[in-house]
């Protein structure tokens, strides 16, 4: 496969894809059978999970301001990106799910249902599904979400940056599927792999990290990339910077990172590996000539739902593997 611009930043895109869903809104289970209207009045507050079964009529708020009903638990959801397919699933919502986008790989079930399109939603095939519910990235979907609504459809849209933010919208996402157990077990797991993580790395050498996850492409502050290398004891050699962005070669030297990490792909060889290798000036890099260039499993690390805990893990063990097991 060659690696022309275009290619480029299609694979940025579709990894941005899982960058999704922090909930700015408010929900609370009540004990009786009237709408809970307070997300609606505090938007900028947290739903507060529980164990015990949603009471429905459920209204709720979602990260982009748009506040919808539930007369009842979905059961029939639409999926437009990895990372909420999985979410769906983590927390026994899989058999609700009717439809996901092309990229939706994991778990295998997932592949075996009806796609409604991959960068660009399929929106006929979206209404045809019927949904009562449709799970979006609010920065990734923004055409779809806004079409959709004005078919009348139920999109929750979010875009969590960080580690926490994604444990708050699985929890979030338990209450309005009812299924908060599921959803809290989810959560937990996520937040020990964090303690985990953060405790035994607590007092180590913050070792200096260059991480390129797309050909020619690193990534800065204000993603939950460069928070998963913080968290994992490391020390982001771009994190100066926002967002992505394209790899400047004499400023990476410059910084000159201890570690090199980057995604393992089917590629072969791996066009990253491939690029880092015939920069010049690189074979001076302490990764480079320590033979500190380290593969990780992609799709942890770019979807923004219950397997972050798996990447933040790896990661952790590849900056500090005397510290992580």
């Keep these: ?48 999970p529980s164990e015990t079964a949603t009471v429905y009529p459920l209204t709720i708020q ?11 638990a979905p059961v029939k959801i639409v999926t ?41 939603t399929d929106i006929e095939a979206v209404i045809a599904l019927n949904p009562d519910l449709v799970l979006a ?11 959709l ?14 580690y926490d933010a994604v444990v708050a919208k699985i929890e979030t ?17 996520m937040r020990s792999a964090k303690e985990q ?18 050909p020619g492409w690193t ?15 490391g020390q982001n050699i771009a994190t100066d910077t926002p967002s992505w962005f394209e790899v400047n070669a004499e400023e990476v030297i410059k910084q000159n990172p201890q570690l090199i990490i980057y995604p393992a792909m089917k590629e072969d060889p791996n066009p990253i590996v491939a690029g880092i290798e015939s920069r010049p000036g690189w074979d001076v890099i302490d990764a480079v000539q320590n033979k500190q260039m380290h593969a990780v499993t992609e799709d942890p690390l770019v979807r923004v739902g219950p397997r972050l805990a798996e990447g933040l893990l790896e990661l952790a063990k590849v900056i500090h593997p005397d510290l992580i097991k």
């Design 1 to 48: 496969m060659k690696w022309n611009n275009r290619n480029m930043m299609k694979m940025i895109v579709g990894l941005l894809l899982t960058m999704m869903l922090i909930i700015t809104a408010a929900c609370g289970a009540t004990t009786d059978n009237k709408p809970n209207s307070a997300a609606s009045n505090s938007p900028s507050s947290s739903p507060a």
């Design 62 to 72: 979602d990260e982009t301001g748009t506040e919808m009903t539930f007369q009842q």
């Design 80 to 120: 437009l990106a990895p990372s909420e397919t999985e979410v769906a699933y983590a927390i026994g919502a899989g058999e609700l799910v009717v439809g996901v986008d092309a990229y939706s790989n994991y778990p295998e079930e997932a592949t075996k249902k009806p796609q409604v399109g991959d960068m660009t």
């Design 137 to 147: 990235s609010s920065s990734m979907n923004t055409a779809a979400i806004s079409r």
């Design 149 to 162: 609504r004005e078919l009348n459809v139920n999109v929750f849209a979010t875009d969590p940056a960080t």
């Design 173 to 189: 996402l338990g209450i309005v599927m009812d299924k908060q157990p599921e959803a809290a077990a989810v959560a937990d797991n």
């Design 197 to 214: 993580v953060t405790a035994a790395v607590k007092d180590a050498e913050k070792k200096r990290v260059y991480l390129e996850f797309s």
């Design 219 to 233: 990534v800065g502050s204000g993603t939950f990339l460069d928070e998963l290398i913080t968290l994992a004891g």
